[in-house]
């Protein structure tokens, strides 16, 4: 139990004699003396616990927004780590966006990319396969395992840009509120 003192600041009544008070226990549906301090402090006291407990849960909330977006930026910078490991691998070709290569490691440590799947080089597959990647168009890379998820996200989001007024690309620029407005003076002249 919170044993810290509750402080209750009553409103003055200025010391003349029948001066009226300020609430009416009848019509507020009260049957205590509004003098009551202990009835006031418990009042107060309530209020706290209530502004305490409301701060208390806004402040879970944003912990747990602090907690998911550190899950993002970790696995962002996961990411980006992959994603520059993959474009320093050997590679012998120009690396065009949109197309699927295939990662090998030869015995010697070094990562290659090949345009060549495991199944096309059959059993004279001559290095260890590490896996395949997608190059997108923003130069990052996609795991194949993840190509399919990826494909359907951008289908979405093409649908999306692509629907009725998602976006409205106006036929003329808008300059409103741009130009200087001409004055009177400066159209007659």
Known sequence: MDTSVTTVSLVERGGKSGTVAL?????????????????????????????RANAGNKLMTIAEQIRHLQKQAKKVLEEAKRDADLHHAACNIKKRPGQIYY??????????????SPEEWGTNCPHDYLGAYKLEFDMSWTPAKNIEKRGEEIA????????????????????????????????DK
């Open 156 to 187: 979405l989001i093409d649908k999306l840009l692509a629907s009725q007024g998602a976006i409205a690309y106006p036929s003329e620029p808008n300059f409103e509120g741009l130009e200087p407005k001409k004055s009177s003076e400066a159209a």
């Open 103 to 116: 990662l090998y490691k030869r015995e010697s440590g070094q990562k290659y990319f090949s345009i060549l």
């Open 23 to 51: 609430v009416n226990p009848e019509a507020s549906g009260k049957i205590h003396d509004p003098m009551d301090l202990v009835e006031l402090a418990r009042h107060v006291q309530k209020a706290d616990e209530f502004v």
